[in-house]
């Protein structure tokens, strides 16, 4: 789990942690990330009112947002 995502950089490549999910990304991309659950950050995105996301790109081309939570630097 990421703590303090303000010390990563872009392009940085960081790991999914899947059990931490909890089945809200769609299977294709689940059944994807079990294969290679790696992505290169780059971008955060806004989720509520106080938290955001982190975009990774992964490597089938798709970006996709991740909490912090979800995420550990490899």
């Known amino acids: 789990m990421i703590k303090d995502s303000s010390k990563l950089k872009e392009g940085q490549v960081l790991k999914v942690e899947i059990e931490s999910l909890n089945d809200r990304l769609p299977r294709k ?21 106080n938290q955001f996301g982190l975009v990774l790109e992964l490597s089938i081309g798709k970006k996709q947002w991740f909490f912090e939570e979800e995420l550990s630097e490899i």
């Not at 991309?29 to 009112?49: E, R, S, W």
């Open 29 to 49: 991309i689940l059944k994807q990330l079990a294969n290679n659950p790696t992505g290169k950050l780059v971008g955060y995105k806004m989720v509520d009112g």
